[in-house]
């Protein structure tokens, strides 16, 4: 039969079927000495193409500037010219001379 050189467990039906990779001995129903095929040779590591990855920083660098700033004042003198009137008052005085027609005189 071409399964028996593999570990592999019945079903109820007496159907063989493979044992799944996790199982453990006492899962399988079976010890792993000389009752089961023994383990395969483990296989050569398999070197993958390289991989690069990329990690973008951040670097603030702080660049101090000096500004002269001179502030200039312009006083602007606005003169408001405001009149008041001082009034005077002058008086005069007239004087008349009434002459009566007298006989006496």
């Known amino acids: 039969m071409l399964f028996n050189d593999r570990c592999c467990d019945m079903n109820d039906k007496g159907m063989m079927m493979d044992a799944p990779a996790y199982a453990m001995p006492s899962d399988m129903g079976m010890n792993m000495g000389m009752d089961c095929c023994p383990m395969p040779a483990p296989c050569q590591p398999v070197v993958e193409c390289p991989q ?7 670097i ?8 002269p700033i001179n502030t200039r004042i312009i006083n602007h003198h606005v003169y ?13 005085n007239e004087v ?8 006496n005189y």
């Open 52 to 58: 690069e990855r990329c990690c973008h920083r951040e």
């Open 60 to 67: 603030v660098h702080e660049v101090p500037h000096i500004i």
């Open 80 to 92: 408001r010219h405001t009149y008041t009137p001082r009034f005077t008052c002058t008086e005069e």
């Open 96 to 103: 008349s001379n009434v002459y009566e027609r007298n006989c």
